[in-house]
C-alpha cells in the first residue's frame, strides 16, 4: 500500500448494488407505513430491506428461530467490526457472538445500531408529556408478538437496529437524531447465516426529522439461494 491509499474503515460508506432480480423473488411484498410484521428467513435466503420514499426508520430485530433465546447483539456486533454504523461487509452478530446475517448490499450506506426503538417512555423523555400515547415502535413489536404467539414476549425485546436511521454520535459522546441520509428507493439487502425470525417495527414516529416527521411504507424481498 502506497502513502496515497486510504484503508477503509468499520465506519465509512461502502455503496454495493445487488444484482437480484425482484421477479424472482419468493417473497415480494410492500409494508404499510407505521406497522409491525412478524416473519421467517431461512438460512441462506437473502432479505432486501427497501426504502420506498426516502428516510423511512426500519426499526428491526433479528431471532434464531431454533433457539429464540439468541438475538440480534448490538454490542457483539459492533465490537466485532469495530465501529457503531452499519453498511455492507457488515456482520449482524447475535448475544452468543455468532453471525446471523451478512449485509451483501446497500445503496444507502450507513444504519444505526445506537438509537433503539421509540416508545411510550422515550416519547415522553424526548418529546413532550403528551407524547405518550402516540404510536411508537416498542407498541408495534408488542402487537406482532402477541399475533405470532411463538413464544417471543416483552421479555425478549432487545435493542434493535434502525434501519436507514440517521442518528450521528457527537464530539461529546451524544446522541443526535439528524435528517436521514437515504432517499426513494434506497436499500439494504442482508443474506441469513441462520433461520430466523425477523421482527419489524415500519417506525410510526412523527416526532423528529429522521424520517421528514411523515413514515412512509417500505419494501420487503425475499430470494431463495441461487
Keep these: 500500500m502506497n502513502a496515497t491509499t486510504s ?22 411484498q410492500r409494508h404499510p407505513a407505521g406497522e409491525p410484521i412478524l416473519f421467517a428467513v431461512n438460512q441462506g435466503q437473502t432479505l432486501r430491506i427497501v426504502d420506498l420514499e ?9 431471532y434464531n428461530r431454533d433457539d429464540l433465546a439468541e438475538h440480534y447483539s448490538a454490542t457483539d456486533t459492533m465490537l466485532h467490526q469495530g465501529g457503531i454504523y ?15 446475517l451478512t449485509i ?3 445503496t444507502c450506506g450507513r ?3 445506537l438509537g433503539g426503538a421509540c416508545a411510550a417512555e422515550s416519547n415522553t423523555v424526548r418529546y413532550a408529556l403528551q407524547k405518550k400515547f402516540m404510536h411508537s415502535c416498542r407498541d408495534n ?3 406482532a408478538l402477541q399475533r405470532a404467539d411463538i413464544g417471543l414476549t416483552k421479555r425478549d425485546l432487545v435493542p434493535n437496529i434502525n434501519f436507514f436511521m440517521n442518528v450521528p454520535v457527537t464530539g461529546e ?11 426513494p428507493g434506497k436499500y439494504v439487502e442482508m443474506r441469513a447465516e441462520m433461520d430466523l425470525w425477523v421482527l419489524i417495527s415500519n417506525c410510526p414516529q412523527l416526532n423528529n426529522p429522521c424520517n421528514a416527521y411523515n413514515p412512509t411504507p417500505i419494501q420487503l424481498i425475499v430470494w431463495d439461494p441461487a
Design 7 to 28: 484503508t477503509i474503515g468499520a465506519t465509512d460508506i461502502r455503496i454495493q448494488e445487488s444484482a437480484l432480480d425482484p421477479a424472482a423473488a419468493v417473497m415480494n
Design 141 to 143: 413489536y408488542l402487537i
Design 54 to 62: 426516502g428516510n423511512q426508520a426500519a426499526d428491526v430485530i433479528f
Design 173 to 183: 459522546g451524544g446522541l443526535k437524531f439528524d435528517d436521514g441520509v437515504s432517499g
Design 104 to 106: 451483501v448490499a446497500d
Design 86 to 100: 452499519l453498511t455492507t461487509g457488515s456482520v449482524i452478530r447475535s448475544n452468543e457472538a455468532r453471525p446471523m
Design 111 to 113: 444504519h444505526d445500531t
